[in-house]
Structures are given as C-alpha cells and as structure tokens.
C-alpha cells in the first residue's frame, strides 16, 4: 500500500571522466563572434541600397565584426597622399601685403587726426569770428540803408526822391520796397502819404513817374490825368501796399478811357507790386460799392490778395494794389485833411 521511501542504499548514477568533458572556450567565439546571428547569406548584405531619394550607398566591405568596417581604398590612397605631403606645405604662408598694413593704418590715422584737428580749429576760432565778422558787416549795411531814409511821419506828407535822369526802374522798386518796410515798421493802420520827387527835391509829375517806374498806360489814358499825384503805402496785415491818388480832366471820358484798358490794366500797373509771388489773369473786371462809391477791381492770384481796385473820386483817379488798399485811401480822403493831387501838381507845373 505504501511506497517505498528512497534509501542512501539506491544506486547513484556514475560519474563521468574528466576526459569525456566538454571545455568549452573562447576560441569559437572568436571565430564566430555573431553565432546565431551570423548572416546566413552575405551576398545580400553586399548589394547596394537605394534609399527614397535615390542616393547611391556604397556597399560595406564583409567582416566578421559589426562594429569594424573598412573603408573604399580610394579613401586609403588619399589618407596616404595626405599623410606624404610635407610638412613645410601645412605651414600657414604669410600675405605678402600684410607688412604694410601697418603703416597705411598709421598714415591714415595721421590724416584723420589732421582732418579733425583743422575742423575743431576752424569751428572753435574761425568760424565765431568770421560769423561776427559776418553779422557786423550785415548790420552796417541795414543801419546805413536805415539811415539813408528818412524817418516816417504818419500825419503829414513824406517825400519820396527818385532819378528821374537816369531812371531804373528796378532801383525804384527798390527804393519803394524800402520805404514800405519803413511804413511797416511804424505799425499805422492808416495809409501813408508820400509825394515823389527828383534828386534836387523837387516834386515830379505823373507821366514823369509812370515812365521812370516802368508803368506802361496808354497815352489815351494818361492824356485824361493831370500832372499831380499823391503816392500812398498802406500796412495791409504786416505787408506794405501802394496806392496812387491822380488829378484827372474829365470824370466821363477817364471812365470810358479806363473801361477800354481793364483788360492790360494788371500788367500796366504790375511794377507797383510789392509781392514776389503772384500770377496776372484774364479775368473781366468786376463791380462793387464801398460806403456808395462805385469800385471796379480784379484780383490777381497771389498768397498776398493782391489786386487792381479803383474808382474816380473827388476828380481823382484813386488806384490801390489790395482792396484794402483803395479803401482805407478813400476813408483817409474822407475824414482827414490829407495830401491829394495838387500836392504835386501845384509844384510840377
């Protein structure tokens, strides 16, 4: 019923010689080191593999290590040939320009302290002096240009000299540009009489005038003037302006002489504007009215508001280069006891 236990006394297997041993050693491993992994077929391992952009890998040299693989033999050759060349060929060759680097550097930080030290000179010595030098001489001249003219009255009459013997009519302008920077000055806000004389002081006529300055009326028109005017400068907004107050024959036939000429009128008159920039137009000539008076005017393109106004007023030919111009003359002739026409005219004839 029960199994026999197993005693000391059973039969012990026999142990085997020592000659009947396997050793085993390392050398199969190293004759084989993949073993079980070792490529059973090598000659796919020798084809060339063509990745997905074509490129061509060469193919490895077999070996019994995976980790050892040689290289093309062309390589070899070129290890070789680098490893041949002579030493002398891998020292870095100096540039032959290089040793004179250093005194263009030289040569050029010379010049520029040179440069540098004749612009501070020039800008701390010579400059200030030749600026006061500069500024002295500028301020001469407008003093003895101030002091060649005379002072502004604003109640009474000024004269106003020109050569009529050898007139210029750009030196007139000149001298009229003068005395309305004058008239600006005094800040008036009324216009400023002046009567026009000749280098001996003596008053001079309107056709004298209207030749020496340059206007260009027709005889037709000016055989309707008398010989006496008053020339006015009015302070239109901090610019000068001129205006002319001239005796006439014949209300009537100055009209109609003036109506004929409306048309060259800008460019007759144009040397008595005083502004640079301005453009004369073919416009027609409009009417207006001021306090009842009746006005004919034109305005010329101008940032200034220039413009040709004028009226027959008191028998006189009254003609202004702004709106105001005309205006302010007709309001002077109303309320004051100003200059007018005979002014000159009792003196011219």
């Known amino acids: 019923m029960f199994e026999k236990k197993p005693t000391n006394s059973e039969p012990q297997k026999p142990v085997p010689s020592i000659d009947k041993l396997s050793i085993h050693t390392m050398k199969k491993d190293l004759a084989n080191p993949l073993g079980a992994y070792a490529v059973k077929n090598p000659a796919v391992v020798s084809q060339p593999v063509q990745t997905k952009n074509t490129e061509r890998v060469s193919p490895q040299i077999k070996t019994s290590s995976p980790f050892l693989t040689e290289a093309p033999s062309n390589n070899k050759i070129s290890v070789a040939k680098k490893a041949s060349e002579p030493i002398e060929n891998k020292i870095l060759i100096k540039n032959p320009g290089s040793k004179h680097i250093f005194p263009v550097i030289v040569i050029v930080l010379i010049v520029s302290l040179a440069v540098g030290g004749g612009y501070y000179f020039w800008k701390t010595r010579v400059a ?23 002072a502004i009255a604003t109640d009474k009459p000024n004269y106003l000299s020109i050569d009529t013997k ?49 206007l260009t009326l027709p005889q037709s028109l000016t055989a309707q003037l008398g010989p006496g005017f ?11 302006r001129i205006g002319l107050a001239t005796a006439e024959k014949n209300d009537a036939q100055l009209a109609a002489a003036l109506i ?9 008159i144009e040397p008595l504007f005083l502004a640079s920039s301005y453009t004369l137009n073919n416009r027609s000539f409009g009417s207006s009215t001021y306090n009842g008076i009746p006005i ?15 009226t027959i007023y008191q028998n006189q030919w009254l003609i ?3 709106e105001l111009t005309l205006r302010s003359t007709v309001d002077l002739l109303n309320s004051q006891t100003a200059p007018t026409a005979g002014n000159n005219a009792a003196n011219s004839q």
């Open 128 to 150: 200030p002096s030749w600026s006061a030098k500069k500024s002295a001489s500028q301020n001469q001249e407008a003093s003895a240009g101030a002091a060649t003219l005379p």
């Open 166 to 214: 050898n007139p210029d009519a750009s030196a007139i302008k000149k001298t009229l540009a003068d005395y309305a920077g004058k008239v600006t000055q005094t800040k008036t806000v009324t216009p400023v009489a002046f009567i026009v004389t000749d280098a001996q002081n003596n008053p001079i006529s309107f056709q004298d005038f209207a030749q020496a300055v340059g």
């Open 230 to 240: 008053t020339l006015y400068m009015y302070n239109d907004a901090g610019k000068t």
């Open 260 to 268: 004929q000429e409306e048309s060259n009128l800008p460019k007759d």
């Open 296 to 310: 004919r005017y034109n305005n010329i393109i101008s940032p200034d508001n220039l413009s040709v106004d004028y």
């Open 320 to 322: 202004g280069t702004t």
